[in-house]
T-cell receptor, first 120, second 116 residues
Framework: AQTVTQSQPEMSVQEAETVTLSCTYD???????LFWYKQPPSRQMILVIR??????QNATENRFSVNFQKAAKSFSLKISDSQLGDTAMYFC?????????????????FGAGTRLTVKP | EPEVTQTPSHQVTQMGQEVILRCVPI?????FYWYRQILGQKVEFLVS????????KSEIFDDQFSVERPDGSNFTLKIRSTKLEDSAMYFC??????????????FGDGTRLSIL
């Protein structure tokens, strides 16, 4: 079974600084997807960034980027120029690659989350 | 941008009662999910639904739970004989504009279920 581990329960960063959130996972699959979700105090789950395992290039979305190390099964999230609005819980998640109309093993496995606080 | 909507935002129910949580997934999505997040804990997968049947469920999703897509737009989670430990935030999600590849799961805002 796939597991996702976030070893940092809490982190803080000064506004405008850069912070990196760690995530490791365990799988025997070669094709899969990895995600970072943000959950602000409103409790919504907001997709921040995603990475396909078959792509070597690290995904980027504006101030958010990932460092995907497939061999090490590591998927860290870097937030540059941190803003107060980045304060939230961040969940790393894993999902198996789904083939044509497949109907199994497509659930999302979440890590326990890292609570990030951006300080003014 | 289309979004997943969940109602109600907060549901308060007496222990032992049945509760139905409602979700309207994004209209052209094919895969539907329920997740649970007990306060302060990680988000847990409950069940996935595809082609009008359950495709996968976790050990949490026992006989107390059921899901249904009654009318082609709503996706409901029913919890029978609610217990105190069912108190949690329940998230609905949907994905899959096509069947050819995974799409990210788009989450609703959640329903906070409080069992008294």
């Amino acid at each position: 079974a796939q597991t996702v581990t976030q070893s940092q329960p809490e982190m803080s960063v000064q506004e405008a600084e850069t912070v990196t959130l760690s995530c490791t996972y365990d799988t025997s699959e070669s094709n899969y997807y990895l995600f970072w979700y943000k959950q602000p105090p409103s409790r919504q789950m907001i997709l921040v960034i995603r990475q396909e395992a078959y792509k070597q290039q690290n995904a980027t979305e504006n101030r958010f980027s990932v460092n995907f190390q497939k061999a090490a099964k590591s998927f860290s999230l870097k937030i540059s120029d941190s803003q107060l609005g980045d304060t939230a819980m961040y969940f790393c998640a894993f999902m198996n690659y789904l083939l044509l109309g497949g109907d199994n093993n497509n659930d999302m496995r979440f890590g326990a989350g890292t609570r990030l606080t951006v300080k003014p | 941008e289309p979004e997943v909507t969940q109602t109600p935002s907060h549901q308060v129910t007496q222990m032992g009662q049945e509760v139905i949580l409602r979700c309207v997934p994004i209209s052209n999505h094919l895969y539907f999910y329920w997740y649970r997040q007990i306060l302060g804990q990680k988000v847990e997968f409950l069940v996935s639904f595809y082609n009008n049947e359950i495709s996968e469920k976790s050990e949490i999703f026992d006989d107390q739970f059921s899901v249904e897509r009654p009318d082609g737009s709503n996706f409901t989670l029913k919890i029978r004989s609610t217990k105190l430990e069912d108190s949690a935030m329940y998230f609905c999600a949907s994905s899959g504009q096509t069947t050819y590849s995974n799409q990210p799961q788009h989450f609703g805002d959640g329903t906070r279920l409080s069992i008294l």
